[in-house]
């Protein structure tokens, strides 16, 4: 399937020069989106998530995070490329970097308006902690991010909507408990499902919940000025 954008180079904090799927807003204009990826880099699935909030009226960003350390990467769910993934997100790129690439994003699109802030798995985690460390953001939607709970003393510094899988064996509810102790301000849904609900290409994709939380999530935007 023919995707809608096209990947664009962008300049980040530390001059390293990152690929960024990039697609216009499809209609009348509601903001601006920044979009993170998960451990997988910027796939297919995630090309097509961006396509799709372009339709619904916003400009996506999706920062390619690992053009650093594997350049291009577009992993498959087996378990050499999981395996490979989850130690470029834990052992080679720093958390840190991830927020401030989002960072670059997210000031790349203020000049036009309100800028949003979505993000899937590792992608989930980089939603919170750019939510409540970098200026600018209008609202945030993070799905199951695993290190949410790790960060749960954080801020949020927008509004905030997270969603996570009853049956993630990656997430125990426990964490997603201490969120919402911490955070009686933050909606935190929790679906029927596994973790990576939101992507037809996993064994855990549940349609219901997928269309449940794209639901809420443009809710809140256009709650927030989208």
Known sequence: MAH????????????????????????????????????????????EQCDGYAADGYEVLAPALYDREAPGLQASYSPEDIQKCIKIAREQHPLDLSVADARICIEALTAQGTVFMTGYCYGGSITWLAACRVPGLAAASGYYGSLIPAHADEQPKCPVILHFGQHDAG????????????????????????????????????????????????????????
């Open 171 to 226: 997430i125990p509810l426990e964490g997603v408990e201490k969120v919402k102790a911490a955070h009686p301000e933050v909606p935190v849904y929790l679906y029927d499902a596994g973790h990576g609900f939101n992507s037809d290409r996993r064994a855990d994709y549940n349609d219901a919940a997928a269309k449940l939380a794209k639901q809420r999530t443009l809710e809140l935007f256009r709650a927030n000025g989208g």
């Open 4 to 47: 809608k954008g096209k990947m664009l180079e962008m300049t980040m904090a530390d001059n390293a020069k990152l690929g960024v799927y990039h697609v216009e807003a499809e209609g009348k204009r509601r903001g601006g989106l920044v979009l993170i990826q998960e451990i997988f880099g910027v796939t297919d699935h995630i090309k």
